[in-house]
């Protein structure tokens, strides 16, 4: 498929480009008299990688946040794997699907946030196992194994029987990403992994990322990381007041910057 | 001395009616107020309205009227008109009662619960029910042990109200006595028996909080 290949260069091989895993098209969405989003739409491919960054207030999180309906939109549609969690009205509004289905869809996405939401009264063990006993009904036996594995490849085997308390920002999200792997899910969603981290820490919560990403692992990032953007990402969106800015591959987006708010911005953050 | 040892075993009969009642209060209440915290919290504005007006109508009278209502009024209720012997009217008005101060302190807790802990169990999947039993009741215990502990300390002093049903309690069986023998030793016992039964509430709780207290951050 040369031409696809073209179009998308830095998709990893190996991965069908053309898979949309996510189409979320025209969202919008208001807090109140506050229009946070005003029409914002993404296709997110199988294996891509796509950062999303800008101003705080631009949305970027809200936005993450409606994919996996911990937000209602307003209006507009997503869709993940085909299969459609909320559908456009014709009045412009949206319908969602039933809850059992809403649920059903968002088992297929992982969630990493800024606060990390580990559960402070069970182990990292056991804050691994919990979902896929207690969703997926896995054996306890089965969900310790896999646990065990994803504890080891976050390079946190050691930590299993702490307490959340007991560890660093950086190894409670590295915890929460290997939290979020154990369910399974075809895409990863990250809300600013990093931005309640020390730069040191911010390094070791990078690492996790990285490597999830070189596996070929569907990942759509908010994140401040410009650094992680430019290397790991092979999209970037520019997000400013509930619109999508600009949106390249994000050798050309550091590079060239088409837009006048785009440029400004990164001449902040760089 | 002797005299004060020999009013142990009548006063123990006495601690025997004081215990029942407080556990089988404790027994009938905690769940009865937890199910209205969770009803006073629940989206369906009705129900939280009408549990407010509970808390607020057990809160706001005393509970020795509640217990003269139950054991006197009640039969004469239309409807429910039911007539309760003293000792079982007497657990009803005491657990009526304590689950409305209960509910408060569940939904306290639970409500000091971070969003964020919900958030993380809805994308992993976890439904309402799995939220509330695995992630949010196992946080909000920790947090209500101290409240809780207060609350049922006074529940056991509490107790000494149900004199007014005739029940002989460790209270009232100390009244009769003094009555009988024109001495106060019998109070001074009476007073060590609750302060010895408040000292195991007190003992217990504290280990309670020691064994929550584990994963603190």
């Known amino acids: ?270 | 001395m002797d005299y004060a040892l020999s009013l142990i075993g009548p006063m123990a009969e006495g601690a025997k009616v004081t215990l029942s009642l407080f556990f089988i209060t404790l027994v009938l209440s905690v769940p009865l107020g937890l199910a209205l915290a969770l009803a006073r919290i629940s989206k369906w504005r009705t129900l939280s309205t009408a549990v407010n007006g509970y808390i607020w109508l057990m809160r706001g009278t005393p509970l020795m009227l509640q217990l003269l209502f139950v054991y006197f009024a009640l039969p004469f209720v239309p409807v429910i008109g039911i007539r309760l012997p003293d000792f079982p009217a007497a657990i009803v008005a005491f657990a009526l009662n304590y689950a409305a101060y209960f509910a408060e302190i569940f939904r306290a807790g639970i409500q000091s619960v971070d969003r964020g802990q919900y958030e993380g169990s809805k994308v992993l999947g976890l439904n309402y029910l799995q939220t509330l039993r695995r992630i949010v009741l196992p946080q909000m215990v920790r947090r209500v042990l101290p409240p809780m502990s207060n609350e049922t300390i006074t529940l056991v002093k509490d107790t000494s109200l149900i004199y007014v049903l005739a029940l002989n309690d460790i209270l009232r069986t100390a009244r009769g006595i003094v009555q009988r023998d024109f001495t106060t030793t019998p109070f001074l016992v009476a007073a060590i028996f609750y302060l010895a039964m408040t000292l195991v509430l007190t003992w217990f709780f504290q280990r309670m909080e020691k064994r929550y207290a584990k994963f603190d951050e």
């Open chain 1, 1 to 270: 498929m040369p031409n696809s290949m073209n179009r998308h260069t830095t998709v990893p091989p190996g991965a069908d480009p053309r898979e949309i895993m996510i189409a979320a098209d025209g969202i919008t969405k208001s807090f109140g008299k506050n229009l946070v989003l005003n029409g914002v739409s993404l296709t997110l491919r199988k294996g891509e990688v796509v950062a999303i960054i800008g101003p705080s207030g631009s949305g970027k999180s809200t936005f993450l946040r409606c994919l996996n309906h911990l937000e209602i939109i307003d209006g507009g549609s997503i869709t993940v794997q085909g299969e459609p969690m909320v559908t456009a009205t014709a009045d412009g509004g949206s319908h969602y699907a039933s809850d059992a289905e809403v649920r059903r869809i968002c088992r297929k996405m992982g969630m990493v946030f800024q606060s990390f939401n580990l559960f402070p009264h069970m182990t990292v063990l056991e804050n691994i196992i919990e979902a896929p006993i207690t969703v997926k009904r896995l054996p306890r036996k089965v969900a310790v194994a896999k646990a065990d594995e994803l504890l080891e490849k976050v390079g946190l085997l050691a930590k299993r029987d702490n307490y959340p308390g007991r560890l660093s920002g950086g190894q409670k999200q590295r915890v929460a990403i290997a939290r979020a792997l154990a369910m399974e899910p075809a895409i990863m969603l990250f809300d600013e992994p990093t931005s309640a981290l020390d730069p040191e820490l911010t390094v070791e919560v990078l690492r996790t990322m990285r490597q999830l990403a070189e596996e070929h692992m569907t990942m759509l990032v908010v994140t401040h990381e410009m650094g992680f953007a430019r290397e790991v990402a092979h999209r970037v969106i520019f997000m400013d007041d509930g619109r999508i800015v600009e949106s390249a591959d994000s050798a050309d987006f550091f590079r060239a910057p088409k837009h006048e708010r785009t440029r400004a911005f990164l001449g902040q953050m760089l």
